[in-house]
């Protein structure tokens, strides 16, 4: 397995390589795209297995032994966090090409949509802050192309804002880095556990929270998640759907990975990512409900649902982290559907926009199912997998007593069914509309209101998260046993550094 | 030394950040350039001084921490291909508008204006009339 390790992240650069060398097919460039993140999924779940069997598998490149070289480490946390990715690109790769024009028909997507699953991956699976770091530009910086890709003005303008802000972050982050660095001579985060509790304790709060800034811009969470509603909307809906899966879930696992592994349990700022929590969730939730277009009321839900996942963290007890993990898995499954599936009612109806929507339970009626399933999930409703994630989290924060953010996480809760419920009244019951200039309405070929390979990954989606309500028991066990293993980072160190 | 260059990033943080808040994109840009130079000095700094760190070169224990530069370099590297994409956004933004100014984001306007940008809802007929003009008259106070 050791050797296999490194594999989920060279193989989708491979692929890109490959991919803009034979740029000249389209068939061909999909195909390596399918066949490359095919290989990958396959390769998660086995490490998935591996890993959950005996414990972290830990490879240093070119036979550099930690601290020295390039480590990769997959422990449960980060094992499974690949699995549900490598799923999710799949999905979604199988959408944007059966969606018309969703790769703008530009010979560099297939490439760049593989160089941001290689950082994707590699993301998780780094076992140093620096590797991290690179990981996450590779993937931001693909995310760049494929937000602006086409070039027009809305894209540039929302585009131009994201850049900035992810780069300001990075730049947050190489200062990081320094500070690190010259505190304790490494960037390995096995030998930062051992090193960072020696630090006087106004230095490791000042690195704490700058390292909470760094992820906090990319998870979106309050007060720096204001790029997210913003950027999101103006991409392709499988970009969307892909960003909105992926990107800020990179940026939860890095809070949960730095303040878990890094920090001594007596320093752990609980209180202060409580706060956080429920004020991510609150204005989150508030903003989607303002909103009058389905792609932004779905981005602001994002920004609210990332709160739940800091909730779990900050209680800092097994149960707490156990269904932050399972919160992770759940939303990245439910969101990504959802944005697919609101990606079905544009392509459908022609626009995004609540107001010239209308009608479409009896236009589009499995569509109709493919939004709602999703929707309900991520409010939590038995028996899909919201539901389950949800009563865990309550359960554990009813078990630390956190009664404060608990009724604000309920109460947000019924905020989310409300904005959803916007949604689901006006363009599936409203009257119809009159159908907008140049959508054509009956397109040959489209059974369900949509291309098959556009319908298929979506009800995949919805069928994952009915699946993953149904399967919460060795669920709910395997996050047990990765939140077990981040709260007494021990084994994880000497495996690393052994 | 140490003191030195810790001026300097500081100094190019202080410029950078100045320039990332103005509104012109060229502006922006270079503050970004800036606040990533800051951060490199930085990196560079946070190892310790001393020869060329090749064997042989000197006493063994007087070389330079060979690891910072090469981290500072990555980053380089990778802060010189993004500043490419951005020149390159800037530059479309400027075909598209003829304006070097960064836009505003009109449907957040038009939400700040109007509370719900769905007035239409009104002819619907349906539970939520109610509460969407709430939230309409609720914006409409806050709003400009």
């Not at chain 1, 969470?221 to 204001?226: D, E, G, R, V």
């Not at chain 1, 707490?320 to 990606?343: C, E, M, P, R």
């Not at chain 1, 626009?351 to 009896?362: A, D, H, P, Y």
């Not at chain 2, 800051?38 to 760190?53: E, F």
């Amino acid at each position: 397995m050791k050797v296999l390790l490194p594999l989920p992240v060279l193989l989708p650069i491979a692929g890109a390589a490959l991919s803009i060398l034979l740029g000249g097919s389209r068939r061909v460039q999909r195909a390596i795209a399918l066949t490359t993140l095919t290989a990958v999924t396959g390769l998660a779940v086995a490490l998935l297995v591996v890993v959950d069997r005996d414990g972290p598998v830990v490879t240093g490149a070119g036979g550099w032994r930690a601290p020295l070289g390039i480590t990769l480490v997959a422990d449960r946390l980060s094992a499974l966090m690949l699995v549900v990715a490598a799923v999710m690109l799949l999905a979604v790769l199988v959408y944007a090409i059966g969606q018309p024009g969703a790769e703008r028909n530009h010979v560099g997507f297939q490439s760049v949509y593989l160089i941001l699953a290689a950082g994707v991956a590699a993301a998780f699976l780094t076992g140093d802050l620096f590797t991290l770091f690179v990981a996450i530009e590779m993937m931001l910086t693909a995310s760049y192309v494929l937000l602006t890709l086409g070039g027009r003005l809305a894209q540039v303008r929302s585009g131009m804002t994201y850049v900035v802000i992810s780069l300001l972050a990075s730049v947050l982050f190489v200062a990081l880095l320094a500070f690190v660095y010259a505190s304790t001579g490494t960037v390995n985060m096995a030998q930062l556990s051992e090193r960072i509790g020696d630090l006087p304790d106004g230095l490791r709060s000042a690195l704490a929270v700058l390292m909470l800034v760094v992820f906090g811009i990319k998870a979106a969470i309050f007060p720096l998640f204001f790029w997210l509603p913003d950027s999101y909307p103006t991409a392709p809906s499988p970009v969307t759907a892909i960003f909105a899966g992926l990107l800020t879930k990179v940026g939860v696992y890095a809070i949960i990975r730095t303040q878990t592994l890094l920090f001594p349990a007596s320093t752990r700022p609980g209180t202060l990512l409580l706060v956080l929590a429920a004020a991510t969730m609150l204005v989150g939730v508030l903003g989607a409900i303002a909103q009058g277009d389905v792609k932004r009321i779905f981005s602001f839900q994002i920004v609210s649902h990332i709160g739940y996942m800091i909730m779990g963290l900050g209680l800092f007890t097994v149960a707490g982290l156990a269904a932050a993990v399972l919160y992770t898995v759940h939303h990245i499954v439910a969101k990504t559907g959802l944005f697919l599936s609101g990606g079905l009612i544009e392509h459908a109806g022609g626009s995004s926009r609540l107001s010239r929507l209308g009608g479409m339970v009896r236009t589009a009626p499995v569509l109709a199912v493919l939004f709602l399933v999703p929707a309900l999930s991520l409010v939590g409703l038995p028996p899909l997998s919201g539901f389950i994630a949800k009563f865990a989290l309550v359960d554990a924060a009813a078990a630390r007593s956190s009664y404060a953010v608990l009724g604000v996480s309920l109460a947000v809760t019924l905020l989310t069914l409300y904005s959803l419920m916007k949604v689901w009244v006006s363009v599936f019951w409203a009257a119809p509309r009159d159908p907008v200039p140049g959508s054509d309405q009956a397109r040959p070929g489209e059974r369900f209101g949509a291309p098959l390979l556009m319908v298929l990954p979506t009800a995949a989606l919805a069928a994952l998260t009915l699946g993953l309500g149904l399967a919460a028991g060795p669920l709910y066990d395997l996050s047990l046993r990765a939140a077990a293993d981040l709260l007494d980072p021990q084994a994880y160190v000497t495996e690393v550094l052994g | 030394m140490t003191v030195l260059l810790a001026a300097t990033a500081a100094t190019l943080f202080g410029l950078g950040t100045y320039l990332v808040l103005q509104r012109k994109l060229s502006r922006i840009i270079i503050g970004i350039a800036l606040l990533g130079h800051g951060a490199n000095i930085l990196m560079v700094t946070s190892g310790h001084r001393g020869n060329a760190p090749i064997i042989g070169n000197g006493p063994d224990g007087d070389v330079a921490d060979p690891l910072p530069q090469a981290l500072a370099l990555t980053a380089i590297v990778i802060s010189f291909g993004v500043s490419a994409l951005l020149l390159a956004l800037a530059y479309r933004s400027w075909l598209l508008t003829s304006d070097d100014e960064v836009q505003d984001d009109l449907e957040d306007r038009d939400v700040a204006r109007r509370g719900a940008p769905d007035v239409d809802l009104e002819d619907m007929g349906t539970d939520a009339e109610a509460d969407v003009d709430d939230v309409a008259a609720d914006a409409a106070e806050v709003g400009p």
